[in-house]
């Protein structure tokens, strides 16, 4: 009851971007679809950080360095809590904190993953190491595990992967990803 008290839930479509106080973090947890998470830099670039899915937890940073935006890549639903607030009333429940610390480990895994792919490996690694991450992660389309349903776009994974459009779509386009 008292985590509930905390929760703002919502429904999001595609496109929406999610309004979140950017002077607090927030925990979010995406009970169903897909977001985007991206970091506004200098000048207005943009840069994906993280594509989050049904199930997932995870923390919105405050504004510091950047400010960050998250968009619903498809019809989501999510609920989302002011993040010391929860973690206050959450820290007295281990089996809560085993839970956040679990998820918490499991995202850094995946950064570091993608720190490796983006800093030591070409377009070609980038969009296979990419498409293997998603595989993992989202069940493959009718049981074929040869085929994934992404969400996401091709800019977007350009975006996220530091390449551009057309660099993903020949990658998609030449058969060897």
Known sequence: RQLGALATP?????????EIDPAEAALVFLSSGATKLGALASRGRHQIVAFHFGGDIFTIPAVNTHRYTLTGLCESTLTTFPARE???????????????????????????????????????????GFLL?????????????????????????????????????????????
């Open 133 to 177: 991450a998603m595989w993992e992660r989202l069940e493959p389309a009718g049981g074929n595990s040869a085929t994934i349903d992404l969400p996401m776009s091709r800019a977007d994974i350009g975006e996220s992967l530091g390449l551009k459009i057309e660099t993903v779509s020949r990658q998609f386009g030449s058969g060897s990803v």
């Open 86 to 128: 929860f973690y206050d009333r959450a820290g007295g429940n281990p089996s809560i904190m085993r839970a956040l610390l679990e998820r918490s480990q499991t995202a850094l895994f995946r950064y570091r993953d993608k720190a490796v792919n983006l800093g030591q490996k070409s377009a070609g690694e980038r969009v296979a």
């Open 10 to 18: 919502l429904h999001v479509r595609r496109g929406q971007d999610i």
